[in-house]
């Protein structure tokens, strides 16, 4: 799996919840994702900079394969206690 965003901020990862680094200019030095299969619909990823976790996320596409909800929560002395929650529906 791969992903990479506007600023050219990525990784290239398996489904076996090892950790690989996060690359591109405005990645902070050791930052690191781990993801995993959980079901046919969902993916669960782990993020974590210098070895210490600093976020818990989930991929979850809908049964009929038209919405990806994606949640992710920051963990960590001054993470907020509400998860992010960004929807993709299907056009």
């Known amino acids: 799996m791969q992903s990479v965003n506007g600023l050219g901020v990525g990784w290239t990862a398996a489904l076996d919840d090892k950790p690989v680094a ?36 989930t991929w979850k596409l809908s049964s009929d394969g038209k919405v990806l909800t994606v949640t992710t929560t920051q963990v960590g002395s001054g993470a ?12």
Request: aromatic share 2%; glycine share 14%.
């Open 80 to 91: 907020g206690k509400e998860p992010s929650v960004s929807v993709y529906e299907k056009q």
């Open 22 to 57: 996060v690359t591109g200019g405005a990645t902070i030095s050791g930052t690191m994702i781990a993801i995993k299969k959980v079901d046919d619909h969902t993916i669960a990823s782990t993020g974590s900079r210098n070895g210490t976790v600093t976020s818990n996320g």
